[in-house]
């Protein structure tokens, strides 16, 4: 059986317990962590015993599962200090996963967008940004691989691995069971091919269905951008994808986001009422 859980952000930051608090009543019992919702900042320079403790005994005391730490920064930003900086970063939370009871740290494979990491740009294809994913991703697995943690890479259109194809390749080439996949199925589909959906989605579960690591559960109006609808808001078939998450035999944590605290609840019982029996 898989298990639901929604990402820490989209809810109230107030203090690390107001947010544990508002995801604990959505009948949630999973959670994709950044560790701005417990320090206010997703990187920050050290983490203290005390607050190591706080954050693993408040996920304990609410029965939540901490099923993923958020290690994203832009693996290929132009500014080659910023990519410096950030792969330090997550070198930091890769170490204190393990103490947090995490195994699996997501990334972003990133944008040559000099301002965000999640836009398109025509930079993303070149031969040079994959040779500068490649050196990130290679380093951050032997860290990865030092402190027995997973890395979590999401197919998405606005990132340098901007397809499953791209996504199959890298793991082809890094070659490291400490890489795994990310799988959102609102994410994956070029223009033009949502009349395709089925066909689409089958081909991403062919290529990556056995090395998914976390699942995300968002939903998307048009293709070729990433999904920014809450799940079942929009066109993704979300009965296919649940089965087909459930054939490849994934029993993870299936993460609900884009969505707002208000609507967490109805979504959890949405994704829950369209999955295949005995799945969730």
Same mark, same amino acid.
């Given at each position: ?121 025509? @930079?993303? /294809?070149?031969?040079? #940004?994959?040779?500068?994913? %490649?050196?990130?991703?290679?380093? =951050?697995?032997?860290? +990865? ?63 990556? @269905?056995? /090395?998914?690591?976390? #699942?995300?559960?968002?939903? %998307?109006?048009?293709?070729?951008? =990433?999904?920014?609808? +809450? ?50």
């Amino acid at each position: 059986m898989a298990t639901l859980g929604l990402l820490s952000p989209e809810f109230p930051a107030v203090s690390l317990h107001v947010n544990l608090d508002a995801i604990a009543v959505t009948s949630a019992t999973g959670v994709q962590f950044d560790l701005i919702s417990a320090v206010g900042q997703s990187f920050p320079a050290e983490l203290s015993d005390h607050t190591l403790e706080a954050i693993t005994e408040g996920f304990s005391r609410r029965h939540l599962k901490l099923a993923a730490i958020s290690g994203t920064y832009n693996m290929i930003d132009p500014d080659q200090q910023a990519r410096s900086v950030g792969a330090e970063g997550l070198y930091r939370l890769i170490a204190w996963a393990p103490r947090l009871g995490a195994e699996v740290v997501t990334l972003c494979t990133g944008s040559r967008d000099p301002k965000s990491m999640w836009r398109k740009h025509p @930079g993303n /294809d070149s031969p040079e #940004a994959w040779s500068d994913l %490649l050196v990130q991703i290679e380093r =951050a697995v032997k860290v +990865a691989e030092e402190y027995g943690v997973t890395l979590g890479v999401e197919p998405e259109i606005g990132n340098t691995v901007n397809s499953v194809q791209k996504a199959r390749r890298l793991l082809d080439e890094v070659r490291s069971s400490r890489l795994k996949i990310v799988m959102d199925g609102a994410n994956v589909f070029q223009r033009g091919q949502l009349p395709n959906m089925r066909k689409v989605l089958e081909e991403a579960f062919d290529l990556l @269905g056995s /090395d998914i690591a976390l #699942a995300h559960a968002k939903d %998307l109006d048009k293709d070729g951008e =990433a999904g920014h609808l +809450a799940a079942g808001r929009g066109r993704l078939d979300y009965p296919y994808y649940l089965e087909l998450l459930r054939k490849s035999g994934f029993d993870g944590t299936i993460i609900l986001h884009a969505l707002q605290p208000a609507e967490a609840k109805d979504r959890l019982a949405f994704v829950r009422s369209v999955a295949p029996a005995g799945y969730l």
